[in-house]
């Protein structure tokens, strides 16, 4: 249930000792642990060296990084001492850019998949017997067995409802007969505003006790593997990336069993109409112990709204620079307040049952945070034109170089001097690139790097970033008149999109239609003489380097082979870019979403790929909790009217959810059971290459 809050100018100041993200003593021994068999002593000791490698790369600020050889990729390493003393598990092949696939599939899809389970004590284990019980699900389904549509009289009864609450033309009497609570306001800048938002522990008890994915949710870290020899890494989903193994890694002395629950957030602001400029600011969260095939589809509601981030001008404070740090302090106090009941329990855990009715000690934990560009400098605190993740120059932006990451225990503790003086706070946020947030949100997460925790976004770095510079980059190379030639000419064909009318004219283009002009890019210009009348040979290999780049990056498995052969194309369009000088196009290519592409191979050994963090869905979300939530209200006390239709509706589709489950548990006790032959033998492979045998 949403309820409002009051942000108050009442701080304190957080102990640094839980503030530097993860405290690690003792990495343990693989002597005492349940070590699979296949695994000799060598490999044994080999994880232990990965496991400490993993854990300082997240404690020390040092995200996996590519050391390069004249532009080319060479080896992956997490650290930066050589290799030969931290061995790590991505290798890349010696001759660059051929891959060596005798290990993996060049396209990420594995015939078999070796998988090595956490080998400290068994995370996601059962709390005792005496927690244990039915789910609060199933207590609710026995108690109303009497029929399928309780607690509503008939079908009929249900149905009316359902018809009032999801379609009805009006919600005027619904609203007066259920009013919600008064909202308590704030004033900022001589403007009252009120915060929504709802209880966060209680939307994560929601989302890990929904009968719905019971089986399907990941309680551990694993390893996966594409051959017997473990020299070949796979990467798909969360609980597959080095981050989790780290976090339990961690929670193994203290929590041993623990289940971490890995939070992903979102945020991003939108516009509710087209004239008026009405805006939201939604914040969504979801976990990562659901398959993102399960958390990418809107009609399994495993995304869920946790809040309305206050959307205001400011327009009494007429200071520039002070109008922009108000706005950051506002969206900094709301998101503390919302996220504050987390902070405790990511260390101490917080009983949990799971929709199976099995109790759970879970430890939610602040892994992810998915937003575009702006939202990413908003919450990193960082200055608009830099990277959020590391200390890049400005003027070298371009460069295929990887720089230091951002020390998160500099930032905490210049973030600690916000209740000193106010000049000497500015000033040592000026001296290590931040801006004066006065006590971020993310300060005091344990096990958290705020800096390692912006994921990258395919959607607006690579399709409305990336390819929108490359495809304005063409029209300056060969004009749109024979761009858009090319356009028209080409044959119809099922698997692309004809733009009959050219793409030079299109305005507010979209995220889909930039994945369909990346289709048909390379047949605008292959053959295709420069008005120069110079071969186009130059300018299509880095194109075609390019578009290498950002299919590899949508993989939705990786290796270590695809992570090698994505940094190659990565090499090769840096040695191949200055053709767009060449021609008088660019003078330089210090743009940070061309500089974010080095990130992508850490993020995807750390969280996964990078379905797992996609804009994608988030933006698909502001239909639903958004967009049709304004049009059901009057358009006058906005977010009162949209929390009240958005809880009931929820309130709706639970039951709905509840009918089904009912239905189909009446089914299955209809059936008549059939003798069972003799079993079959038949291969079969799931999405992530995984053979399974019936």
């Keep these: 249930m949403f309820t409002s809050g009051t942000l108050h100018a009442a701080h304190t100041t957080h102990d640094a000792n839980t503030t530097r993200g993860m405290d690690v003593t003792d990495h343990g021994s693989l002597a005492d642990a349940n070590v699979p068999d296949t695994i000799d002593a060598d490999a044994a000791d080999t994880a232990d060296a990965v496991d400490a490698n993993v854990w300082e790369a997240l404690v020390q600020d040092i995200e996996p990084t590519v050391d390069t050889d004249q532009g080319h990729a060479s080896r992956v390493q997490l650290s930066p001492s050589p290799p030969s003393e931290t061995p790590h598990p991505l ?101 009252r505003l009120s915060f929504y938002f709802q209880n966060v522990l209680q939307c994560i008890r929601t989302l890990f006790g929904n009968p719905e994915f ?122 503390h307040k919302l996220l504050a009941p987390v902070t405790h329990y990511s260390e101490s855990g917080i009983a949990m049952m799971s929709g199976d009715g099995i109790w759970h000690q879970c430890h939610p934990v602040f892994a992810v945070f998915v937003g575009d560009y702006p939202e990413q400098t908003l919450v990193t605190c960082t200055y608009n034109g830099r990277c959020p993740k590391c200390m890049v120059p400005l003027d070298r932006l371009g460069e295929y170089t990887r720089f230091p990451p951002r020390s ?56 409305q970033g990336v390819a929108k510079h490359l495809m304005a980059w063409l029209r300056r190379a060969f004009g749109p008149v024979a761009i858009d030639a090319r356009c028209r000419s080409l044959p119809p064909n099922h698997h692309i999109t004809t733009f009959m009318k050219g793409i030079s004219g299109l ?50 498995s990786q290796t270590t082979d695809t992570l090698c052969r994505l940094e ?42 990078t379905d797992n963090y996609n804009m994608e869905q988030t933006e698909r979300l502001h239909i639903d909790f958004a967009k049709d ?34 239905q189909g548990a009446d089914q299955e006790n209809m059936q008549i059971p059939q003798p069972s032959g003799p079993p079959l033998l038949k291969r079969r492979t799931n999405e992530q290459g995984l053979i399974a045998r019936s």
């Design 507 to 556: 305005s507010c283009v979209t995220g889909l239609e930039h994945k369909n002009m990346c289709r048909i890019l390379l047949g605008l210009i292959i053959n295709h003489p420069l008005p120069s009348g110079q071969a186009p040979l130059w300018l299509v290999r880095t194109v075609c380097t390019l578009l290498d780049f950002l299919y590899l990056a949508q993989l939705p």
């Design 91 to 191: 290798t890349s092949p010696p001759d660059p850019p051929i891959c060596d696939g005798s290990n993996s599939n060049t396209t990420g899809s594995q015939a078999q998949v070796i998988v090595d389970s956490f080998p400290h004590g068994v995370p996601g284990t059962p709390m005792p017997d005496p927690f244990q019980g039915q789910s609060d699900h199933r207590s609710h389904e026995d108690a109303i067995n009497t029929s399928v549509w309780a607690p509503f009289h008939s079908q009929c009864n249900w149905e009316i409802a359902l018809w009032a609450k999801m379609h009805g033309p009006t919600l005027s009497a619904l609203t007066e007969l259920l009013q919600i609570p008064k909202c308590e306001d704030f004033t900022i800048g001589g403007e």
């Design 408 to 463: 998160y225990n500099k930032a905490i503790d210049t973030f600690l001097l916000a209740d000193e003086e106010v000049r000497i706070f500015h000033a040592a946020c000026h001296e290590v690139g931040l801006k004066p947030i006065f006590h971020p949100f993310w300060e005091s997460f344990p096990f958290s790097n705020i800096f390692i925790s912006i994921t990258l976004d395919i959607l607006h770095q690579l399709l």
């Design 629 to 662: 939530a304004y049009r059901a209200t009057n358009h006058k006390d906005k977010y009162q009217q949209m929390t009240t239709w958005l809880e009931r509706h929820e309130k709706v589709q639970q039951h709905i959810a509840f009918i089904k489950r009912r």
């Design 568 to 609: 190659d194309s990565l090499a090769s369009f840096h040695s191949n870019k200055s053709i767009f000088v060449d021609l008088g196009i660019r003078d330089h290519f210090n743009i940070p979403k061309v500089h974010s592409l080095i990130h992508y191979s850490s993020s995807i050994m750390l969280f996964g790929t």
């Design 214 to 335: 019971a089986h399907e949710l990941a309680f551990a870290p694993e390893r996966h593997y594409s051959d017997p020899k473990r020299t070949c890494r796979v990467y798909s989903e969360m609980h597959t990336g080095d981050w989790w193994w780290a976090v339990q890694t961690s929670l193994k002395s203290q929590q041993p069993g623990a289940t971490v629950v890995p939070l992903i957030l979102s945020s991003n602001k939108t516009q509710l109409t087209l004239f008026r400029g009405k805006a939201a600011y939604p914040v969504y969260l979801t976990i990562g112990n659901i398959p993102k095939a399960t958390h990418q589809k809107p009609s399994h509601h495993a995304q869920l709204l946790i809040g309305y981030i206050p959307t205001t001008k400011l327009e009494g404070i007429t200071n520039q620079a002070a109008h922009r740090r108000a706005l950051a302090n506002l969206f900094h106090t709301c998101m």
